[in-house]
């Protein structure tokens, strides 16, 4: 019997070591504390100060609702504030549809809290093709051209190569052989048609309508895209908070926070995407310029 009593002894010593090795054991996912600063990525753009005091509002908005530190990080491409979210670098992020799809192809680790309105009241926005006002009249005039250049984005950038590829291609224009530049924002591209250094830009048009009093003219639409879209990292929150933070961004009321640059937020629909999905199939796009710089 003594022999038994020690038997059990030591089986219980080595179940009670195993157990506390078992718990001792990190977890492999990207969580933060409750305590820790979240930071907030906006949309990539040339001027990083003006992102900055444009999106702060809505960051000390996020601050205030989780009760916690929420500061703003910035990248200059959605493939960096991909991969920054993919490391837990960044926990909420702002995406345009295509950099938003390219996010589900890697990870599913990420949760859509809201749409980003980008006209008050709607959403939902167009890329278009522009050139200079005093420039081509009509797409069909490209292949007249000598030398003719095109403006983009940026390579993860709906307006950049997806939906400009595309609509030169029903004009019969081939962008894959034609000397194409990636500027970076949407802003730069509308800037540099005014400049005439190049033929046709790509941009979306509720920038590219701030400018035609500039000098550009819009030649060619697209059909309406999914609207940008505010995610967060799904290991953060647990499921109330995150119902608690949409619903909060969804009541946002710019005027009430001085926010000047906001346009508020609208419920997130998935459904929207699939227009992009089915028009768009192959969403591989050229990471460099034609000239082969990588941007």
């Known amino acids: 019997m003594?022999?038994?009593?020690?038997?059990?002894i030591i089986i219980l010593s080595f179940i009670l070591t195993f157990t506390v090795r078992a718990e001792s054991v990190p977890s492999t996912n990207v969580t933060v504390k409750k305590e820790e600063t979240l930071y907030f990525t906006p949309l990539p753009t040339s001027n990083p100060k003006l992102n900055l005091a444009t999106i702060q509002p809505v960051a000390n908005y996020l601050s205030k609702i989780l009760n916690r530190p929420v500061k703003v990080r910035m990248y200059q491409s959605y493939d960096e504030i991909i991969q920054a979210f993919l490391k837990?670098?960044?926990?909420?992020?702002?995406f345009g549809p295509l950099p938003y799809l390219k996010l589900q192809d890697l990870s599913m680790e990420h949760i859509p809290l809201v749409s980003i309105n980008k006209?008050?009241?709607?959403?939902?926005?167009?890329?278009?093709?522009?050139?200079?006002?005093?420039?081509?009249?009509?797409?069909?005039?490209l292949n007249n051209l000598e030398k003719p250049k095109i403006a983009l984005t940026q390579p993860l950038s709906t307006c950049g190569w997806l939906v400009t590829n595309h609509l030169l291609k029903e004009q019969g224009f081939n962008l894959q052989t034609s000397d194409y530049q990636y500027l970076g924002s949407h802003h730069d591209v509308a800037l540099a048609l005014i400049r005439k250094e190049y033929s046709v830009g790509g941009l979306a048009r509720f920038i590219a309508e701030r400018y035609q009093n500039?000098?550009?003219?819009?030649?060619?639409?697209?059909?309406?895209?999914?609207?940008?879209?505010?995610?967060?990292?799904?290991?953060?929150?647990?499921?109330?908070e995150v119902e608690k933070v949409s619903q909060a961004l969804l009541d946002y009321n710019p005027k009430q926070h001085k926010d000047f640059n906001s346009k508020g937020f609208s419920?997130?629909?998935?459904?929207?995407?699939?227009?992009?999905i089915q028009l768009y199939p192959n969403r591989d796009v050229p990471l460099q310029n034609s000239q082969g710089v990588i941007k």
């Open 2 to 8: 003594y022999k038994t009593f020690i038997l059990n």
């Open 88 to 94: 837990g670098e960044i926990q909420f992020a702002e």
């Open 119 to 141: 006209q008050p009241n709607s959403s939902r926005y167009e890329c278009v093709l522009a050139a200079p006002i005093d420039g081509i009249q009509s797409l069909n005039e």
């Open 214 to 240: 500039l000098g550009l003219e819009i030649l060619k639409e697209s059909t309406e895209l999914p609207p940008f879209t505010l995610v967060i990292h799904s290991n953060i929150l647990t499921k109330q």
């Open 267 to 276: 419920p997130f629909n998935p459904d929207l995407f699939n227009q992009v």
